[in-house]
C-alpha cells in the first residue's frame, strides 16, 4: 500500500509538467524565445547565397579568359593575373565557423576583392580588342558575369541586413535574455566591412552603350 502512491503520482506529475509546458511555450515564443534561432537560420542562409554567387562567378572566369585570351593572348600578365585571383579566391576554407572568426572573415572578403580587381583589369584590357568585343561568345559570357556581378551585391546586402538583425538580438532585450541563459554558444556574426570601393564590381561594357 505505501508503494501505489508513489507509482500513481508519476503519471499524474507528468501530464501536469506536459500541460505546463504547452501552456508555456506561446508565452516563450512571445517573448523573444524563437528570435535568436530564427534570426541565425535567416543569416545562414543568407551567407550560402552569397557563396553560391561567388562561386556561380568563379566558374564563368575559365571560359572568359580562354576566349580573351584567343584574341589578345599577348596579355599574359593580365590573363594569369585573373587565373591567379580565381585560384586564391577558390582555395580559401569556407566552413559555419567562418562566419564568428574575423580573420577567417577577413581572408575571404580579401580573396574575393582580390578577384574583383583583376576582372576589372581584364576588362579595361579588353577594350583594346575591338573584335573581341564583337565576339558572340564574349558577349554572351560578359552577360552572364554582369548578372552574376548584380546577384552578388544584392546577396551581400542581403546577408548584412540578416547579420545586422541577428546580432542585434544578441545584445537587445528582451532576447538578449535567452542569450545569456540559453543560447549561451551563440556568438556575433562577422560581416562585410571592407571599403565599398574595394568591393565595387567590375565596370562591364558590352559594347551596345552609347559610349561604346
Given at each position: 500500500?505505501s508503494?501505489?502512491?508513489?507509482?500513481?503520482?508519476?503519471?499524474?506529475?507528468?501530464?501536469?509538467?506536459?500541460?505546463?509546458?504547452?501552456?508555456?511555450?506561446?508565452?516563450?515564443?512571445?517573448?523573444?524565445?524563437?528570435?535568436?534561432?530564427?534570426?541565425?537560420?535567416?543569416?545562414?542562409?543568407?551567407?550560402?547565397?552569397?557563396?553560391?554567387?561567388y562561386?556561380?562567378?568563379?566558374?564563368?572566369?575559365?571560359?572568359?579568359?580562354?576566349?580573351?585570351?584567343?584574341?589578345?593572348?599577348?596579355?599574359?600578365?593580365?590573363?594569369?593575373?585573373?587565373?591567379?585571383a580565381?585560384?586564391?579566391?577558390?582555395?580559401?576554407?569556407?566552413?559555419?565557423d567562418?562566419?564568428?572568426?574575423?580573420?577567417?572573415?577577413?581572408?575571404?572578403?580579401?580573396?574575393?576583392?582580390?578577384?574583383?580587381?583583376?576582372?576589372?583589369?581584364?576588362?579595361?584590357?579588353?577594350?583594346?580588342?575591338?573584335?573581341?568585343?564583337?565576339?558572340?561568345?564574349?558577349?554572351?559570357?560578359?552577360?552572364?558575369?554582369?548578372g552574376?556581378?548584380?546577384?552578388?551585391?544584392?546577396?551581400?546586402?542581403?546577408?548584412?541586413?540578416?547579420?545586422?538583425?541577428?546580432?542585434?538580438?544578441?545584445?537587445?532585450?528582451?532576447?538578449?535574455?535567452?542569450?545569456?541563459?540559453?543560447?549561451?554558444?551563440?556568438?556575433?556574426?562577422?560581416?562585410?566591412?571592407?571599403?565599398?570601393?574595394?568591393?565595387?564590381?567590375?565596370?562591364?561594357?558590352?559594347?551596345?552603350?552609347?559610349?561604346?
Amino acid at each position: 500500500m505505501s508503494i501505489a502512491k508513489p507509482l500513481a503520482a508519476t503519471p499524474v506529475r507528468g501530464h501536469l509538467s506536459l500541460l505546463v509546458l504547452c501552456l508555456m511555450l506561446p508565452l516563450l515564443s512571445a517573448c523573444g524565445f524563437n528570435t535568436i534561432p530564427t534570426r541565425e537560420e535567416q543569416a545562414k542562409a543568407a551567407w550560402s547565397e552569397v557563396l553560391n554567387q561567388y562561386q556561380r562567378r568563379a566558374d564563368l572566369i575559365p571560359n572568359l579568359v580562354e576566349t580573351v585570351k584567343g584574341y589578345a593572348a599577348q596579355e599574359r600578365e593580365v590573363l594569369e593575373g585573373v587565373v591567379e585571383a580565381r585560384a586564391k579566391a577558390t582555395q580559401v576554407q569556407v566552413s559555419p565557423d567562418m562566419l564568428t572568426d574575423p580573420e577567417a572573415f577577413k581572408a575571404f572578403q580579401e580573396s574575393q576583392a582580390g578577384l574583383s580587381g583583376a576582372l576589372s583589369r581584364l576588362l579595361a584590357v579588353v577594350e583594346n580588342y575591338p573584335d573581341l568585343k564583337s565576339s558572340q561568345n564574349f558577349l554572351a559570357l560578359q552577360a552572364q558575369l554582369e548578372g552574376t556581378e548584380n546577384r552578388i551585391a544584392v546577396a551581400r546586402r542581403d546577408y548584412i541586413e540578416a547579420v545586422r538583425l541577428y546580432n542585434t538580438s544578441l545584445k537587445t532585450l528582451p532576447s538578449m535574455l535567452w542569450a545569456m541563459f540559453w543560447f549561451t554558444g551563440n556568438e556575433p556574426y562577422e560581416t562585410f566591412t571592407i571599403s565599398e570601393e574595394k568591393m565595387d564590381v567590375p565596370s562591364v561594357n558590352f559594347g551596345t552603350s552609347s559610349g561604346g
